[in-house]
């Protein structure tokens, strides 16, 4: 009997963790969520190139998803452009500026061990079959940190109260 509760209290939590990991991409469409993602494992390869001098990694990486990864930078515009208009540029930019920072910040944790634990990305993602499976590679790596939101809240003006309805009127 305990060891049933456990269980349970380990599936609990880990579903828990699970669902505050994907909270920042609550907003957004499938596609959307796998455009972010694939961008979150091009963002996490540049670190890793940068960082563990794994540039010519990353360079066959481009090559081989060179048209898949200017699409999703195309979709990435989109998501943008549906969630921040006008400021869809700015946006985008600190969001991936963002991501970098985020992963180099997880890297200079990991100190030494960082590239020894993260270096087989690259292996990896080379010995994909092609680039229909990048998207599901790049959600099983769950690379989005939760500290980045791309699904903001409403505002409304400050001092100003959200449009309320228009009162019907009552015949006379």
């Known amino acids: 009997m305990r060891r049933t509760m456990s269980t349970l209290a380990i599936v ?52 081989k998803y060179q048209a898949d990864l200017m699409g999703n930078e195309k979709d990435m515009g989109e998501v943008f452009k549906r ?16 991501l970098a920072n985020g992963e180099s910040s997880a890297g200079m944790h990991l100190g030494s061990d960082f590239c020894d634990r993260n270096g087989m990305i690259f292996t990896e993602v080379m010995a994909l079959r ?3 499976e990048l998207p599901a590679y790049a959600a099983g790596k ?26 019907k009127k009552h015949p006379a």
């Open 130 to 132: 092609g680039p229909s």
């Open 83 to 98: 969630k921040f208009g006008k400021r869809a540029q700015q946006e985008h930019d600190r969001f991936t500026t963002d």
């Open 12 to 63: 609990a939590i880990l579903t828990a963790q699970q669902a505050q990991a994907q909270a920042p991409l609550n907003c957004l469409t499938p596609e959307e969520r796998s455009a972010v993602e694939v961008a979150s494992l091009r963002s996490e390869l540049m670190v890793l190139a940068t960082g563990c001098h794994r540039d010519d990694s990353y360079n066959a990486f481009i090559r």
């Open 142 to 167: 769950d690379l989005v940190p939760a500290t980045l939101d791309i699904c903001p809240e409403p505002k409304t003006p400050a001092g100003r109260k959200p449009a309320a309805a228009p009162a």
